[in-house]
């Protein structure tokens, strides 16, 4: 009796701990064991067939990073020395010593983004991206933050309510909007809603306060506007 008394409460207790949410602090601790400062952002490794995906989601990172409270080089300042190192090829250390931007630039970290899908449907209204966010330490090279946000941003317009004609208006219009619609407005709305639980810099009013704050799943899939 006594043996399924355990059993039972030990159950319970497992599924407890499973039904906890995991807050910020145990799901990325060490982001807060080694408070990284600065960030260097590597140029992204391009998985998909559209070779200006990599340039134009280069641009997008500098600010949601900044806004997070890290000090972060200027991606146009260090693509000469990504060159001159062949990191503008980041696959080659996207899982290798980091050691050198840390001796060089003095970063605490460095930013990977993978690109795994950058499409358009224009008369869906649709432009889809699919990105993984890793950062690394260049001290330890440890993974501190790891995400990825499979997105898709709506553009759609309404014909309003002429009936058919009204409807192909839409689509026209839908198609138009697509097809105009900065790639760089997608990446960016891409990296706010994917790295807005990434645990807060030193310049954040946040830093070291949000620790307890739920973190969301590693996955993210959503459709915003």
């Known amino acids: 009796m006594k043996k399924i008394i355990l059993s039972a409460l ?29 960030i260097a952002i590597m140029p992204p490794v391009n998985q998909t067939t559209h070779v200006e995906a990599k340039d134009y989601f280069y641009t997008t990172m500098y600010m949601p990073l900044c806004e997070k409270g890290y000090y972060v080089f200027s991606p146009y300042l260090t ?3 990504f060159q001159q190192e062949s990191a503008y090829d980041a696959e080659y250390f996207i899982d290798a010593d980091l050691s050198i931007f840390k001796n060089v630039l003095g970063a605490d970290a460095a ?57 192909l ?21 891409c990296n706010a809603y994917v790295l807005s639980d990434m645990p807060a810099g030193k310049y954040s009013p946040l830093y070291e306060k949000d620790s307890s704050n739920p973190a969301t799943e590693s996955l993210i899939k959503a459709t915003i506007n």
């Open 79 to 81: 693509m000469e020395m």
């Open 111 to 167: 930013m990977f983004t993978i690109i795994k899908d950058w499409s358009r449907n224009n008369v869906g209204g649709v432009l889809a991206v699919d990105v993984e966010y890793r950062l690394r330490s260049t001290k330890t090279g440890q993974i501190l933050y790891q995400k990825e946000g499979n997105i898709k941003v709506d553009t759609s317009i309404s014909g309003g309510d002429g009936g058919i004609i009204g409807a």
């Open 169 to 189: 208006v839409g689509m026209v219009a839908t198609a138009v909007n697509t097809a105009v619609t900065d790639k760089v407005v997608a990446g960016r709305k």
């Open 10 to 38: 030990l159950m319970v207790s497992v599924l407890s701990s499973c039904s906890t949410s995991q807050t910020l602090g145990n799901k990325y601790p060490g982001m807060y064991e080694e408070k990284p400062l600065t």
